[in-house]
């Protein structure tokens, strides 16, 4: 039973977030308000003409925002049922998922500084070749600050995560 409570809370959490998103994809194509400083008269009559114009997409997102509203209820619901024990793995269960995602930033992140680390080198590699003739000709140097360059790096304990500049 316990089980089953936790997968429908998330299976409502999940649906929330899809109706979420589609509603912002809806949202974009609303025409913002060209002029702030518009009296409140004006800001009524441009999102009525809006709706009017729109009808179909404002409906749309009426019905998205009352399924949102329902589904929240719901959920409310749901939780209110739930023990302090299956609140507790509900949130341990929310932080392994979290920490995952993290973990595959964190690896993009260390990998994505690898190849900067390397394109660094290679473009100091690159000055230090041209630097005795561009001094000849233009009298300074070709590129300067290799020696502050840093990239990110995320490491871990096991418990703390810590993003540290390494010099490269």
């Excluded at 409140?40 to 999102?47: G, K, S, T």
Aim: proline share 4%.
């Amino acid at each position: 039973m316990e089980q089953e409570q936790t997968a429908e809370i998330a299976a409502i959490q999940s649906q929330i977030q899809a109706l979420r998103q589609e509603r912002a994809s809806f949202a974009v194509q609303i025409t913002p308000l060209e002029n702030d400083s518009s009296s409140p008269q004006a800001i009524v009559q441009l999102y009525r003409r809006q709706a009017q114009e729109n009808a179909e997409l404002f409906a749309q997102l009426k019905g998205i925002d009352d399924a949102i509203a329902a589904l929240e209820a719901l959920l409310t619901k749901k939780q209110a049922q739930l023990t302090p024990r299956q609140i507790q793995s509900i949130q341990q269960q929310q932080l392994e998922e979290a920490k995952k995602q993290a973990q595959i930033h964190a690896e993009r992140i260390n990998e994505l500084a690898a190849q900067l680390a390397t394109e660094i080198r290679s473009l100091k590699a690159c000055a230090d070749r041209l630097s005795p003739v561009y001094w000849q000709i233009y009298y300074k140097p070709f590129i300067t600050g290799f020696q502050t360059i840093s990239v990110p790096h995320v490491r871990s304990d096991g418990e703390v995560w810590t993003i540290v500049n390494r010099i490269v």
